[in-house]
């Protein structure tokens, strides 16, 4: 009997502009487009193969306009897993990283443990870079994401990025499930039986000799 695929969302989000398309594109396609269109919402599916297993990725290539906040809400309900990609050539969306992050967490009953990978992209231009890798490295290790730069052009870590954070989400699902059979094995356990405590003794009355008739 053959083992049904498993799928997973993949949300891509981040400010306007920082090449989200572009990485999700070159990752599906293999191929860099260089035009920018602001994107309200792509998806793509994409099977491969994640720590010995075949897994179906859906990835969402959502907008990073303002006027579109209320569908990003939507997206950290439903995701299985966020590259939260900034542009290193870009200080302003670096700095819009913190707010999308705390806006998962409240999404993800703030699980800090969560599959979500911060991606620095457009790694190629170094003579435009804005943010540099140490300050990125210093902002993962704070939110307890992992940090990876990118570049679209140059496909450089493309291809790490999304199988890392797959790869994440796979270790996640199945710590979740070790967390249930725990919760439920803790709950049907025998109570243990509460060891009987000595009961005080009184000590007995000492005879007086006066009571004693000769």
């Known amino acids: 009997m053959t083992t049904p695929v498993k799928e997973y969302q993949l949300v891509v989000m981040g400010s306007g502009g920082v090449g ?5 594109v070159q990752f599906i396609q293999g191929q860099f487009v260089d035009e920018y269109d602001p994107t309200i ?16 990725l859906d990835i969402l290539d959502t907008a990073g306009q303002e006027e579109y906040s209320a ?14 990609v900034f542009s290193v050539t870009s200080r302003s969306s670096f700095d819009e990283i913190s707010v999308l992050h705390q806006q998962i ?13 911060l991606v620095g992209n457009k790694c190629d231009l170094e003579d435009q870079r804005e ?18 730069e990118t570049s679209a052009k140059t496909r450089t870590n493309v291809e790490e990025s999304f ?23 803790s709950q049907h356990a025998p109570a243990r039986a509460t060891p009987a405590q000595p009961q005080p003794t009184t000590p007995a009355k000492e005879e007086s000799n006066c009571c004693i008739v000769a």
């Open 163 to 185: 199988t890392m954070l797959a790869s994440r989400i796979l270790k996640y699902e199945k710590q979740q499930v070790v967390n249930a059979r725990s919760r439920v094995q």
């Open 41 to 56: 919402e792509d998806s793509y599916r994409k099977e491969l193969v994640v720590d010995g297993e075949t897994v179906s």
């Open 71 to 84: 569908m990003r809400e939507q997206y950290m309900k439903t995701g299985q897993g966020f590259l939260l």
């Open 105 to 117: 967490m409240r999404a993800k009953n703030n699980d800090s443990n969560y599959p979500i990978l």
């Open 20 to 24: 989200k398309s572009t990485l999700s």
């Open 131 to 148: 943010v540099p890798k140490e300050e990125g490295t210093r902002l993962a290790n704070r939110l307890n994401l992992t940090y990876i």
